[in-house]
């Protein structure tokens, strides 16, 4: 069947982003033909899109700006079916401004043309576990507008990283990332989800104890997302098949599988216990096609939704990590 969101998809692989441009005619064949054999595949897949730019099919003369409904058909050129957003730039301290008229365009497209769900991934210089009372307010500000945008968009979950103690030690930190989500007003309908963390420097969440820690302090129902690149560089291997069931029991003994509702999908330039975070192409990182293949086919994780935040390198960007992703999938 080809439909006609299909269509339009098609035509907007070359109009979402640069890396596009640079692939030769002949592996922008393959990469079409990929995306078609990769329609087939039944699993809730997709990448990390941008919002920004003016409306992406708009024909008006607005300044480019952001527009939270470019993910929509942004997401779709990739071949994903869910992901996740930033709602405004994740570097500096900026609230999300979504008009009405996007957010309803937003929930209408995206209940129409993908299975879901998304995630909003919360600004990078957030702290929830900071000592400083500065950072720790304007981390709360922060997160309150992207759970409350999260309520605007009808998304389900606001992923966030408990960030650094700095000197404040695991509990102490923990501790304190426990009332910075009590200060949260959270939606209802919107859950907050703690990210595993690569576990640099006085970062938690690299432990499956401090993800497990942040549940028991907190009354409020939270989730935790697994970034498949930081739990191996954290110390847990996910390389093997043998290991990821390995890993994967100890986090349902530790924090309890539940608890898991996202999966940020990525390779890592790093190995096991190295504690550095950088991402690499699925399937060409140190976790290696067996072990994706075994992480998105595990009996545990298979069903829940995956987000991809690889790099874009060679030529292959998300249209090609999903491809791939879908080739390792077993239907
Ligand atoms: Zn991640």
């Not at 592996?27 to 730019?53: D, K, P, T, Y």
């Amino acid at each position: 069947m080809f439909r006609d969101s299909d269509n339009r998809s098609l035509r907007l692989i070359d109009q979402t982003g640069g890396s596009h441009r640079s692939i030769g005619s002949r592996q922008r064949v393959i990469e079409v033909a990929l995306w078609f054999v990769s329609l087939s595949v039944r699993m809730n897949v997709g990448a990390h899109v941008s919002i920004s730019g003016s409306r992406v099919d708009s024909d008006s003369e607005t300044p480019p700006y952001s527009d939270i409904r470019n993910a929509i058909p942004r997401q779709l050129a990739f071949g994903g079916n869910c992901g996740q957003i930033f709602t405004a730039s994740p570097r500096v301290w900026k609230q999300p401004s979504i008009t009405e008229d996007e957010a309803t365009g937003f929930r209408e497209e995206t209940a129409e043309s993908l299975e879901g769900p998304w995630v909003i991934h919360s600004a990078y210089l957030v702290n929830l576990c900071t000592p400083k009372d500065d950072l720790r307010a304007k981390s709360i500000d922060s997160m309150q507008a992207d759970l409350d945008a999260a309520a605007q968009l009808g998304v389900p979950y606001v992923n966030v990283h408990l960030g650094a103690h700095t000197g404040a030690g695991v509990e102490g930190g923990l501790d304190n990332a426990a009332e910075t989500i009590a200060e949260l007003d959270i939606p209802e309908d919107v859950m907050l989800l703690i990210e595993s963390d690569a576990g640099s420097g006085t970062k938690l969440g690299g432990e499956f104890d401090h993800l497990a820690g942040i549940i028991e302090r907190t009354d409020e129902e939270i989730g935790i997302c697994i970034d498949t690149a930081h739990t191996l560089v954290a110390g847990n291997d996910l390389t093997t098949p043998e290991a990821v069931d390995e890993t994967i029991s100890r986090f349902d003994n530790v924090v309890g599988l539940e608890h898991l509702k996202y999966i940020h999908l990525n390779d890592s330039k790093h190995d096991v216990g190295t504690h550095k975070d950088e991402h690499a192409l699925i399937g060409e990182g140190y976790i290696g096609e067996d072990g994706i293949a075994a992480i998105v086919n595990h009996p545990d994780l298979r069903d829940l939704p995956f987000a991809l935040e690889t790099p874009t390198e060679d030529g292959k960007g998300f249209s090609w990590n999903i491809a791939k992703v879908k080739e390792l999938r077993e239907n």
